[in-house]
């Protein structure tokens, strides 16, 4: 099983809202990530657990709130967002013995709309 | 901040011919890796080639690496309607006291078929 499985795939919401994107991978990795994409642009990493601990946070604003509950899992809690929040979230996770030589494997995303 | 950087942007080709995509970036790296993916979805590792490489072969996709230049390309061979996708460079780059993977801009590749 080579899969990173993200729900839901499609979410919308508005701004004084709260929701979680969910994250799980069954490949006995253990470094997941989350990551932000805008439209035709590159992702943008977010957050990176090795471990089961938070490593990098690469300075997210407060109203994104990571969560690592076990080895499989990760998720991303939104609250009172900002319609320019609107992106493709990406989960991925990968062995997490090689830092970036690890290849990463990706989920599909999240598409999240705030309004 | 951006580390690789792609052109072209987007590449139109018919298919059976070949695509080449290059990626430049700024610092030295340990290794540089291919991503593709397609249209809203997920990012699919192609392959990986170490600094002390100069080329790989995966399938239909070639690889090089000049380190001189700071610069790699991906040459897709006989390529296919199904080989649509905007396809990312990525490397490893120190930013913010930390070691992470940086992507490039991409670029969006489309075979007609």
């Known amino acids: 099983d080579t899969e990173v499985t993200q729900t839901p795939k499609h979410l919308v919401m508005g701004m004084t809202n709260k929701k979680s994107l969910k994250c799980e991978q069954h490949?006995?990795?253990?470094?997941m990530y989350w990551y932000k994409q805008k439209a035709k642009k590159p992702p943008e990493l977010m957050f990176v657990?090795?471990?089961?601990?938070?490593?990098i946070n690469e300075s997210v604003p407060s109203r994104f709130s990571p969560e690592c509950p076990n080895s499989s899992l990760l998720n991303l809690h939104l609250h009172a967002l900002q319609p320019e929040d609107s992106a493709l979230y990406l989960c991925?996770?990968?062995?997490?013995?090689?830092?970036?030589?690890?290849?990463?494997?990706f989920g599909a995303g999240t598409r999240l709309s705030v309004l | 901040s951006q580390q690789g950087e792609e052109d072209p942007q987007a590449l139109s080709i018919q298919e059976g011919e070949n695509a080449t995509m290059n990626c430049s970036y700024k610092?030295?790296?340990?290794?540089l890796q291919w991503y593709r993916q397609n249209s809203g979805r997920g990012l699919v590792h192609l392959i990986l080639?170490?600094?002390?490489?100069r080329e790989k072969h995966s399938g239909r996709l070639r690889v090089t690496l000049d380190t001189s230049k700071k610069s790699s390309s991906l040459l897709i061979t006989a390529s296919r309607a199904a080989d649509t996708a905007s396809y990312f460079c990525?490397?490893?780059?120190?930013?913010?006291?930390?070691?992470?993977?940086?992507f490039g801009k991409g670029t969006k590749l489309t075979v007609n078929p």
């Open positions: 610092t030295s790296i340990n290794n």
């Open positions: 490949m006995g990795h253990r470094a």
């Open positions: 991925a996770s990968s062995q997490g013995l090689r830092g970036v030589w690890d290849i990463q494997y």
């Open positions: 990525a490397t490893d780059a120190w930013e913010g006291g930390s070691e992470k993977l940086v």
């Open positions: 657990y090795s471990y089961e601990k938070l490593s």
């Open positions: 080639i170490r600094s002390n490489e």
